[in-house]
Antibody, heavy 121, light 107 residues
């Protein structure tokens, strides 16, 4: 059974960098699939941030692309998210997910529990 | 970006009711449409993929269908554990986009 767990600071100051890690158990991230991040502002809907293929190719939401980096860390079987120059609008629950491939893209099938990140001074 | 529009935004129903939620795509997405269920305070859970394929372990009272750019999630007999928010999501192209959600509440 694949399990994912997000970790990282729950509070980030405006203009600083949000950094989260997703530890995967039950599957080796270097074996296949995409791995991705999705966020959900409090009381609102879901927004795809980006995905990384197990080979290292990345795909980002154009609305965030200039500020986002997703990386694989295969030795420790985790992947990470960095979001720079954060503002209050980046306050959200951040989910990591395994992304099942389709012929055109991918979609989340296994999700972490999510971690709330608040941007505030 | 492909816009996904769900209707209704919320609905009230009773246990045993048949419930239908609709999602419309702003352009053709073939059958690249998924449905997720989100219980309060929990991560979303995949229910249906490719419009009408039931994810393993999901009860058969859930079903999905497609007609052009319109997609439907049906719960044939609503159970207490089904009161949640439901999201559609297109996987036809990036950026992946979700509908705004439909909250199913107890009448």
């Amino acid at each position: 059974q694949v399990q994912l767990q997000e970790s990282g600071p729950g509070l980030v100051k405006p203009s600083e960098t949000l950094s989260l890690s997703c530890t995967v158990s039950g599957y080796s991230i270097s074996s296949g699939y995409y791995w991705g991040w999705i966020r959900q502002p409090p009381g609102k809907g879901l927004e795809w941030i980006g995905s990384i293929y197990y080979s290292g190719s990345t795909y980002y939401n154009p609305s965030l692309k200039s500020r986002v980096t997703i990386s694989l860390h295969t030795s420790k079987n985790h992947f990470s998210l960095k979001l720079t120059s954060v503002t209050a609008a980046d306050t959200a629950v951040y989910y990591c997910a395994r992304m099942r491939p389709t012929s055109t893209s991918c979609y989340p099938d296994y999700w972490g529990r999510g971690t709330l990140v608040t941007v505030s001074s | 970006d492909i816009q996904m529009t769900q209707s209704p935004s919320s609905l009230s129903a009773s246990v045993g009711d048949r419930v239908t939620i609709t999602c419309r795509a702003s352009q053709s997405i073939s059958n690249y449409l998924n449905w997720y269920q989100q219980l309060p305070g929990k991560a979303p859970k995949l229910l249906m993929y490719l419009a009408s394929s039931l994810e393993r372990g999901v009860p058969s009272r859930f079903s999905g269908s497609a007609s052009g750019t319109d997609f439907t999630l049906t719960i044939s007999s609503l159970q207490p554990e089904d009161f949640a928010t439901y999201y559609c999501q297109q996987t036809y192209s990036t950026p992946l986009t979700f509908g705004q959600g439909t909250k199913v509440e107890i009448k």
